[in-house]
C-alpha cells in the first residue's frame, strides 16, 4: 500500500501561481510514474501532467503546456507541479498519482482562481 499526501494549492488571481506537491510513503525509484490529474465540478477527471520514475520523461496536456511544470526529486520520493499564469479554468480539485504495480492517488488539492 501507498499513501500520497499533496500539499499546496490554494487561491489565486488569474494571472497567479501556485504550486503543489506529492510526497509517496516508499521509494518511487521502481515505479512507472507519478503525476497530477485534476477534476472540475461536473466534468471528467482529466490528465494534467505525467513523469516517469528514473528517465523523468514528461507528458503534459496541452491546456498546460507552457504554464505548467512537472517534476520530480526521486530521493524525496516527491513530485511536484508548477502552475504558472494561472486561469479561471483552471479551478479543480488536482489529485496526486502514481502508477506501478498498482495505482494510487492522493486525497485531493483544491485550486482556485478568480477572474
Known amino acids: 500500500q501507498v499513501q500520497l499526501v499533496e500539499s499546496g494549492g490554494g487561491s489565486v488571481q488569474a494571472g497567479g501561481s501556485l504550486s503543489l506537491s506529492c510526497v509517496a510513503s516508499?521509494?518511487?525509484?521502481?515505479?512507472?510514474?507519478m503525476g497530477w490529474y485534476r477534476q472540475s465540478p461536473g466534468k471528467e477527471r482529466e490528465m494534467v501532467a505525467t513523469i516517469t520514475s528514473g528517465s523523468h520523461i514528461k507528458s503534459v496536456a496541452g491546456f498546460a503546456r507552457g504554464r505548467f511544470t512537472i517534476s520530480m526529486d526521486d530521493a524525496k520520493n516527491t513530485v511536484y507541479l508548477q502552475m504558472n499564469s494561472l486561469k479561471p479554468e483552471d479551478t479543480a480539485v488536482y489529485y496526486c498519482?502514481?502508477?506501478?504495480?498498482?495505482?494510487?492517488w492522493g486525497q485531493g488539492s483544491q485550486v482556485t482562481v478568480s477572474a
Open positions: 516508499r521509494d518511487i525509484r521502481n515505479i512507472n510514474a
Open positions: 498519482h502514481l502508477r506501478g504495480s498498482k495505482t494510487y
